[in-house]
């Protein structure tokens, strides 16, 4: 089906159009800030790909990494750091980007920066999270909690609308399926659009076998191009996905996160079967298929 | 030995709409099962921002739904009712005849007729029981 259409960045950067007939829009970049030439490299990996495949595209990277396993995990360069090399990105590149913050206190600077202000998974129900993110003005990246169902997300997305939220991407990484193990539900992409939202497939996490390395995230990421392909066809509006140049040494998410020269080629996937998706969609129109009354 | 007040017309005996079952299409199903409870009625009437009457909700939509989604109930409560409502359903004018309303409930087999104006606002809500004693004098005017 075909949702309204959001639209991320304000001022000067590029604005990407999120949902309806719209591209496939990709949102990425390392899991964390790690320091500022290296959150510049990979804007300017990203932007070169992204350019070649004319996908439109949000830099995505962290400030603070609040849900790791262990205290001595990589915890993430702070708000202010953190945010003031994202703007620097913005700058650089004129790209929208994006951070998702943990703490409600964090929300206004974070939505004074970001072009688009995250909710992680874990939070998705907090409402004084989704009532900060809702009145930074911004649009909001929604991520359905690994321990939610997809019907349920709609509860949050009306957290958001009452304190004026009118922009949001829901997106999926993936549900609890036991201890340490996640599997995606493709249901929850039909069933979150139902909300009129776009969605989103966020394929790195989805991979994550959460906390199965004792005190790290484990995460079998040659699944990535299946999922890919397979949210693209499904009707996703845009597809996540957090790339590093050296996975084995990311200080973040290392074991799920995709090493960037495989961008390409699941990115160029991706986007031809949304094409398709698109295509069929005008030729059969609605996937409408259950019983009449 | 009462007599039949004929003359009526449905305003003198509706619920008004401040006593009626009353929802807007984003309340979800559990919302809306919970109101029927609470009126002890088989219906909500649904309605726009204005007032306007979208549709109604019934028990035989109940029964019907129930038979026909397979999806869980965890997500059936939580659908907009909106999606699950009967739009086009059976109304009745505050001006019309009491008499007319109950021939329209005995040949449609319906319990209850949302009042609505000609301009589409929903002015209450036309229970048979009521309409009926009121008719043989048996009971008490509301409205």
């Given amino acids: ?293 | 030995m009462s007599t039949l007040k004929i003359d009526l017309s449905v305003a003198d005996v509706m619920m008004p709409i401040k006593d009626a079952p009353v929802a807007p299409g984003t309340a979800i199903l559990k919302e809306i099962l919970e109101l029927m409870g609470k009126f002890r009625l088989g219906v909500v009437c649904i309605t726009d921002r204005s007032g306007h009457l979208e549709g109604v909700f019934t028990d035989g939509d109940v029964r019907r739904l129930l038979l026909k989604e397979q999806k869980p109930f965890a997500a059936l409560f939580n659908d907009d009712i909106s999606v699950h409502i009967t739009r086009k359903c059976t109304t009745i004018t505050p001006e019309s005849k009491l008499t007319e309303a109950v021939n329209i409930m005995g040949d449609k087999r319906i319990w209850d007729l949302p009042v609505v104006r000609t301009d589409g606002v929903l002015v209450g809500l036309l229970h048979l029981h009521p309409a009926v004693k009121t008719l043989l004098g048996l009971g008490k005017q509301v409205g």
């Fill in chain 1, 1 to 293: 089906m075909l949702t309204k259409t959001i639209t991320i960045g304000y001022g000067a950067v590029r604005q990407v159009k999120i949902g309806g007939d719209q591209p496939l829009a990709f949102i990425g970049g390392p899991c964390a800030i790690e320091n500022r030439d290296h959150a510049l490299k990979m804007a300017s990996q990203i932007a070169a790909i992204c350019d070649k495949l004319k996908v439109p595209w949000i830099y995505k990277s962290c400030y603070d990494k609040d849900c790791r396993s262990s205290p001595d995990s990589f915890h993430g360069l702070g708000v202010d750091e953190g945010l003031k090399i994202l703007e620097e990105v913005r700058k650089e590149f004129g790209i929208p980007v994006s951070s998702d913050f943990s703490a409600a206190d964090w929300a206004q600077a974070t939505g004074e920066v970001c072009d688009l202000v995250q909710v992680p998974a874990y939070l998705c129900r907090q409402t004084n999270i989704l009532r900060a993110a809702a009145r930074t003005q911004r649009p909001v990246h929604l991520k359905k909690g690994q321990f939610m169902s997809p019907w349920n997300m709609k509860n949050s997305v009306r957290k958001i609308e009452y304190w004026g939220g009118q922009q949001i991407l829901l997106t999926d990484r993936g549900t609890f399926f036991g201890y340490n193990m996640q599997v995606n539900d493709f249901r929850c992409f039909p069933i979150m659009m139902e909300t009129g939202y776009p969605v989103c497939m966020d394929v790195s996490h989805s991979i994550q076998l959460p906390t199965s390395m004792g005190n790290a995230s484990g995460g079998q990421r040659e699944f990535i191009p299946y999922l890919a392909r397979a949210a693209a066809a499904c009707g996703i509006n845009a597809l996540f996905c957090e790339v590093h140049d050296d996975p084995a040494n990311a200080l973040s998410d290392g074991n799920t996160v995709m090493d960037i020269k495989y961008l390409e080629r699941v990115l160029a996937q991706s986007k031809a079967f949304h094409e398709l998706r698109l295509e069929l969609l005008k030729q059969w129109g609605e996937d409408r298929v259950h019983l009449e009354n």
